[in-house]
């Protein structure tokens, strides 16, 4: 029996996907929230508790121990099934300590020995140390790029396979690839198909509308926006395979803590104006960027120019923060990224506050030296683009 199942005690009614009608900025505000009730807060606060009281037979009790269900999880959890899937009210979300506690529980608990995984080669660099894993324990892994998979025969790829997992767009090369057409062809062939929808929120795009069967991300990305907080989630279609995600984070305890919950469940009433803010700045410096000679492969999937753009647009509402592009070599990059002053050196994206890095200095994602993964927050655009253009000039010439 799982707390999704049961009336918890923070939960009100049954979970109703709300009006799937109302627009983006208004079903954000109250996702997940429970029915109204006379002085009592409109998000209740979180709740610490290791263990419930918990008298006699344990069955359909919805809140037993810690490592099991929270309250201020279910909460979450309703809230993220609603703007993830709307029209799916069987939907199903397990909320995880991290993207890659959710990552993890979903390869680690549908993959056993003898069976297949496509994986691409260009998502998430923690994938790779995951493929170890995975073959170490016998599971066959396939790589793909998430790019090209129109190119004759790619789908052979899928033949055979028990899970296809697609990073859309892919972090660190925001590559695109079409989830409805890949998602129909891994199911003509059995598999399950499972997006890595942390670039784009649920707000940007909705796998579960293109066929998905699982929707994993980050929660520490832009879903939280305000970078203090990790946390990750599974929404499965089916409530069969949403057990088995459960029962993997009871087994790792996987957890997210309860302040850890509530802070992201508070933050998503903010993540229509964060995330359209965002998408517009990103464009504008992406356009900015395009102009300037000393700058090469500028991609972000909602730059009309980008070699992802057509396919994005047909599957996107909205093209998240992260705009990537290259320097000639890595002391310009890394003078660049010296002379700004409105954007932070630090890693991560998705947060208020512009952030940006040289990506090659982690290794792991196969990027130019010179390559620059920027996170644009939602600072002033015209600010922000200043800022940018200046730190380009003094990087050119070297003197500051
Ligand atoms: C950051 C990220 C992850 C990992 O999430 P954590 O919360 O850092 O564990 C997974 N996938 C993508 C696309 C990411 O950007």
Known sequence: ??????????TGPERDHGPAADADGTRVVRAGLPGEEPYAPPLPGPVFAAHFHLPGDIEGAPYTYGRDANPTWTAL???????EAPEDPAAETVVFSSGMGAISAVLLSQLGPGQTVVLPSDGYNLLAALRDRLEGFGVQVRTAPTGGWEEPGRLDALDGARLLWLETPSNPGLDVCDIRRLADAAHERG????????????LGQRPFALGADLSVASGTK????HGDVLLGYVVCR???????????RKTVGAIPGPMEAWLAHRSLATLDVRTRRQ???ALAVAEALTARPEVSGVRHPGLPGDEAHQLAARQMSRYGCVVGFTL???AHAERFLSALRLVGEATSFGGVRSTAERRGRWGGDAVPDGFIRLSVGV???ADLVADIRRALDEARTGDR
């Open 328 to 330: 000639p070599d890595k």
């Open 279 to 281: 998408a517009g700045n």
């Open 222 to 225: 832009a879903l939280t926006g």
């Open 238 to 248: 089916d409530a069969e395979l949403a057990a088995s995600v459960r029962a993997w």
């Open 379 to 381: 600072e002033d655009a």
């Open 77 to 83: 959890e309703r809230a993220v099934a609603e703007l």
């Open 191 to 202: 598999a399950l198909v499972a997006v890595d929808n942390t670039l784009a929120t649920p």
């Open 1 to 10: 029996m799982s707390a999704q199942d049961a009336d918890g005690p923070l």
